[in-house]
């Protein structure tokens, strides 16, 4: 139920019974390659343009997720979806077919936060025994909306992060136990809690320095979670944001030292993780809602369910940026959802 | 709780406590004009472009709204809000100094369908005991964004909608009292079920007829609540839909006479209300998130609350266009979703 300002602890914490990550060649020439379920070696996916691609990603994630829960897509009670795209494009053509009842979402690339974050209250609360969390980024779909066309062969500073190629999706299910219990069944991991973020703006204008636009955000979400759970870095194995880069993580890492928290040792993020800054030209590191989302469904989840992480804060962290609004020399602010994803003990 | 396929009806029916609009001129010059709360003369609202006087529309109906009900905005525990703008822009900028955890939503024009729904289940479900949702629309920034330069004084097909120009804004609050029971306040309104559309598309590709693109997806939707709540038009005083238009309209009604459903003396269509297409140049009516969203809080709240209506569906209606994917020549799909409003009675 709620808890503090802007968090809630769920009763019986939502399972994730399965998770699907369908990423594109460069993520798979990373060092979470081998994770990955399907990596795609044509970036167009045999469409005709790399929208359609970007819908072909929802597609196969989201019923490789549902096959991979032993459902079937009448199974699922509500999608909660989104990608960057302006009117969330690659989810109504990618998702369609599936006629389950959608919930649109934006919120950057913290989109996988929000959609989690609402399939869990949903199932928690009874609205559906299951629901489907995900979200997508494609690095042409991106470019072409927020900056350069590819053709153009802009050069990207060293601050510039790399839209991965990719969607990932999980199935939550209603959980039968209380908080404790343990589960009959092998659950990947639990949702024991979330802490919703708020837009929070710093005045940074450089669309390519998505990470320090996003900082101070996720910044606050962290901290908003310490205190409305009454703890501290030390209950989480991991905190893991969703898309800093190397420039935003010594900003987080800077910001919250001020408050008294180190997180040198516990801090992880998607977009330094998913790629080889130095042999695959990523600068920073990576970043779209897919960043998080497969990093979430191929790396992080089976280290849960393994227990090597008993508790993680997951805070995928969105840059509020609009091509519309920066020309119009608006700001970029920043919004992060936080998750709290547990280990799930099970019966022997 | 769960109800049938897709709806879900309210233990705890949350009450509507209050409701604000903010409209354009235009529309203040219509058939609704006097019933705003506050009509705009200036479609800049005296700042540097129409995208920052969309944002405006949508802070000041939030603070009217929360000031309505008596409250503060550290009183809201979540936002879900949403526009037809790329990456939400008129909700980022226009509600960020609120302050409050926020779910970014994209339903194209059903938004306030799509906030409301999720804001009643959080508020029922005890995540939050009072929400705000709203949706806003200007018809300056949609036309930008999804026809032609207002400067290139394209010509409009009679088929076309006219998006408007407004933001409107509900506080729901948790309803501590069972369904039945009489409020002790007086609320405007409560929500006792809501029914979650998908996508539908019939392959419509005409950007300038929104009313045929959209007409099939509300059409799944009443169909979708009168199978889940096993009743059918005569339950309801009013069926409205978000912004068919005269043509949807026309569709509309067609397809449930086909289903054995006779909709034509319960049927209204905020586009329909919203102007005087004879002498405001409208052609087939209103459209634009804004549009259910201002009739909703100046027109049909207020008949609900006196009572004139006891029971109405509310069910917005969302045309999923984006340019860049009606420029690749695909369809446009839309999406639509159904909100159950009762009136409540109140102890004298």
Redesign the interface.
């Known amino acids: 139920?709620?808890k503090g300002k802007?968090s809630?602890a769920f009763e019986h914490p939502p399972l994730i019974v399965s998770a699907a990550s369908v990423a594109g060649k460069k993520e798979g020439e990373g060092p979470l390659g081998s994770l990955f379920d399907i990596v795609e070696s044509d970036e167009r996916m045999g469409k005709?343009?790399w929208?359609?691609a970007e819908s072909e990603l929802q597609k196969k994630a989201a019923e490789l997720a549902i096959q991979k829960a032993g459902l079937s897509s009448g199974d699922i009670?509500?999608l909660f979806a989104?990608d960057?795209?302006?009117?969330?494009?690659a989810t109504?053509?990618g998702?369609?077919e599936?006629?389950?009842?959608?919930?649109?979402?934006?919120?950057?690339c913290s989109t996988m936060g929000?959609a989690i974050?609402?399939a869990a209250?949903?199932v928690?609360?009874?609205?559906?025994?299951r629901c489907l969390a995900l979200a997508s980024s494609h690095f042409a779909t991106a470019e072409k909306?927020f900056r350069f066309p590819l053709a153009y062969g802009n050069q990207r500073p060293y601050s510039a992060t790399w839209t991965a190629t990719g969607c990932g999706a999980v199935v939550l299910e209603k959980n039968e136990n209380s908080q404790g219990k343990k589960a009959k069944s092998r659950p990947l991991a639990r949702i024991s809690g979330i802490t919703?973020?708020?837009?929070v703006?710093f005045g940074l204008k450089d669309s390519m320095n998505m990470g320090a636009a996003m900082a101070p955000a996720v910044f606050h979400t962290i901290l908003q979670n310490f205190e409305d759970f009454e703890w501290n870095e030390s209950a989480f194995d991991k905190i893991i944001t969703g898309d800093l880069g190397t420039v935003g993580q010594t900003i987080l890492l800077d910001f919250m030292k001020e408050k008294g928290y180190d997180l040198s040792n516990v801090h992880m993020d998607c977009g330094i993780e998913l790629y080889n800054s130095r042999t695959q030209d990523t600068h920073a590191g990576g970043s779209g809602c897919g960043c998080s989302a497969i990093t979430l469904c191929a790396s992080i989840l089976p280290r849960i369910q393994e227990g090597t992480w008993k508790r993680v804060l997951f805070v995928p962290t969105g840059a509020?940026?609009?091509?519309?609004?920066f020309n119009?020399g608006?700001s970029v602010?920043g919004?992060a959802h936080g998750v709290v994803i547990e280990h799930v003990e099970t019966v022997r």
């Open positions: 139920m709620q802007a809630i005709k343009n929208e359609e009670r509500y989104g960057l795209l302006g009117q969330l494009i109504s053509f998702l369609m599936l006629e389950i009842p959608l919930f649109g979402l934006y919120g950057a929000e974050s609402l209250m949903s928690d609360a009874g609205y559906g025994d909306q919703t973020g708020k837009i703006d509020l940026l609009s091509s519309v609004s119009e608006q602010p919004i």
